[in-house]
């Protein structure tokens, strides 16, 4: 099972559900878990991730400890992904 810890400001999409368990089956990249979050939570990844593919500049995504800016890294079972929204003041 991949764990997925999504942050606020993706409430809208989710209910405010904040954790989302998915099976690792066929899952074995960050791009795989972005796609099974937008087949549940339609809409989801284009908040997420631009045009290009990319992950967007004010979100952060780790797998597991590491940071990642690549939606290709490797998601294998029992990985945590965690989605962190950039926070901004003045």
Known sequence: MIRVFLPSQV???T???R????DA???????????????????IRFRLVD???GIRR?????VGETMVRSLEVPVA?????????ALSGG
């Open 77 to 85: 079972d029992n990985n945590r992904v965690q989605i962190v929204g």
């Open 58 to 62: 004010h979100i952060a995504m780790f």
């Open 51 to 53: 045009e290009q593919g």
């Open 15 to 17: 209910a405010g559900e």
């Open 19 to 22: 954790e989302q368990h998915f």
């Open 25 to 43: 089956q066929g899952i074995r990249s960050l791009s795989d878990v972005m796609v099974a979050l937008d087949r549940r939570f339609p809409g």
């Open 11 to 13: 409430d809208s999409y």
